[in-house]
């Protein structure tokens, strides 16, 4: 039997039984005095087991063998569940997960001799008495039932799912956004016959390829969720190892992305998660000394947002010292000696210069002035754009700001002198005129920051009189656009770019127009 056209099936559903180890493994932590799940966590390594036994892969059958032995103690009440019983369990999802993503990566699980053998001193098998509880000492009550004899999930409406290769539905997603270009260019030409036979099928055409594309990418949305929970169990380590005591509050998990953006979420998040451990979060003693909980909190939210999707990693810890930043900066060569501390968005444009920390000793967490220039390069691939609030003692905010989905966008085409130019949706705020000749915008009685789309790009020469003027939203700021023409909305499709070097940081991609002629995506949060 070949059983690689298994492996996409056994490696699903094996990460699904992990993750859903490592929630039960913590909420028992958390509540000692509750109800153990020893049935779910019997259910969900057995599965893992038999699925190892078909794939052929041995080891991995015999450390979720050994990882049952100790729920089967516990359950028995030969063994009390205390931490170091759970830190054993905690070990052998990890070892799992180890081996699944070994087989991810075409490789054969390592044996893992070591982490069995301190799972079977936990409870030798063959021994049921091993790890008695001394007499006295309160047992922790096994949650009742095993896996054969668990009851049923309660009946309720049905919903019936297919899997479908990640794969071909990226594929399918390109040729919808194919169809749109195609959908645009038909709409371009049916304009210029008005009330004809084709501008009526064009009508038609455009009407179902806009529900066409609507379905194709609502399949290919997830929950949050899918990267919001693997945060837990980090914070939970993250807490062992630096020696603080650290909640996670998660909020907005239903909300969804497209599986592009998703994807690339993960690795953005846990920087920015292990950062606020290790530099936002104070000892607990520190904190007590300041009125604050001995816990320190870390708030993972995701909110919707006009046009998009945010996402906020908040601690309440001791914020950034701007001070001590401007101070590195300066030693570093970044800043002149008689630089003023720098505003929100100058200091986040200095945490992420790679090589800049405020950590003066390198750990196992953070100090290589690495992580946030990583999460801003990442972010800024996925379309989005970083922000930061700190303030003293009360903690640091970032905020990402992201779009739904990477594939095709709502954007206002605006044109200098003669180039056209695609705006996204999500960071207009409105549209005006402007009167050139009196330089910086002002909008009832606010002056906004003001470039000249024909300044950015390199045109030389400007338009004169009076010029429409986009207004965008960066940074929870308003700022202003000079263009030379507003061409309407589109949706357009973000084609697959090979940033080449030196590539302006305002150029957020490129599309194809109606009339086959390429039109740059301007990222307008890097204008100003």
């Known amino acids: 039997m070949d059983l690689a056209r298994y492996t996409a099936l056994f490696l699903s559903d094996s990460r699904d039984h992990l993750q859903r180890c490592n929630e039960l493994l913590l909420a028992w932590e958390q509540a000692p005095d509750g109800p153990a799940p020893v049935a ?83 409870a030798p098998e063959g021994s049921p008495r091993a790890g008695r509880v001394p007499a006295g000492e309160r047992r922790l009550r096994p949650r009742a039932g095993t896996p054969s004899d668990l009851p049923a999930a309660p009946a309720g409406r049905s919903s019936r799912q297919v899997r479908v290769d990640l794969d071909r539905l990226n594929r399918l997603v390109n040729d919808v956004g194919e169809l749109v270009v195609a959908r645009n260019r038909l709409a371009a030409i049916a304009d210029r016959q008005i009330g004809s036979e084709l501008e009526q099928v064009s009508s038609r055409i455009s009407g179902l390829v806009a529900g066409l594309q609507s379905g194709v990418l609502h399949a290919r949305m997830a929950p949050v969720a899918e990267v919001f929970d693997r945060f837990p169990r980090m914070a939970r380590d993250l807490g062992r190892t630096l020696g603080k005591e650290i909640r996670l509050e998660l909020q907005g998990a239903d909300i969804e992305l497209d599986r592009s953006v998703l994807d690339g979420l993960a690795d953005p998040l846990t920087h920015l998660v292990r950062n606020a451990a290790d530099h936002g979060l104070e000892p607990a003693v520190e904190r007590l000394a300041a009125s604050k909980p001995r816990e320190g909190l870390i708030r993972l939210r995701a909110e919707r947002a006009r046009g998009g999707v945010t996402i906020v990693v908040a601690d309440d810890g001791r914020g950034i010292d701007r001070a001590a930043v401007r101070e590195r900066a300066v030693e570093q060569g970044l800043l002149a000696p008689e630089a003023p501390i720098p505003d929100a968005v100058g200091l986040l444009r200095l945490l992420a210069t790679p090589g800049l920390s405020t950590r003066t000793e390198v750990t196992g967490v953070s100090g290589r002035g690495v992580g946030v220039d990583a999460v801003m390069t990442r972010i800024r691939a996925l379309s989005g754009r970083m922000e930061l609030k700190t303030a003293p003692g009360r903690g640091t905010v970032i905020l990402l700001h992201l779009p739904v989905t990477r594939a095709i966008v709502r954007a206002l085409l605006v044109a200098v002198a003669g180039e056209r130019y695609a705006i996204p949706f999500g960071a207009l705020a409105e549209a005006s005129v402007h009167d050139s000749a009196k330089g910086e915008v002002t909008l009832r009685g606010e002056p906004l920051p003001t470039a000249d789309l024909r300044h950015v790009v390199g045109l030389d020469g400007g338009g004169v009189g009076r010029r429409p003027i986009v207004v965008v939203e960066t940074g929870g700021q308003r700022a202003a656009l000079v263009v030379d023409a507003l061409l309407g909305q589109q949706d357009v499709v973000v084609e697959p770019m090979a940033a080449p070097a030196g590539l302006p940081l305002w150029v957020g991609g490129a599309t194809i127009l109606p009339d086959g002629v390429p039109a740059l995506i301007l990222d307008p949060a890097a204008l100003f």
Do not use: N
């Open 40 to 122: 779910e966590l019997f259910r969900a390594l057995h599965s893992i087991k038999g699925a190892s036994a078909t794939m052929g892969f041995e080891s991995t059958v015999e450390l979720a063998h050994a990882a049952e032995q100790v729920l089967a103690a516990i359950r028995d009440g030969a063994l009390l569940p205390s931490r170091e019983v759970l830190d054993g369990l905690f070990r052998a999802v990890d070892g799992l997960g180890d081996a699944v993503d070994a087989v991810a990566r075409s490789e054969q699980p390592d044996p893992q001799r070591a982490l069995v053998d301190r799972l079977r001193a936990l």
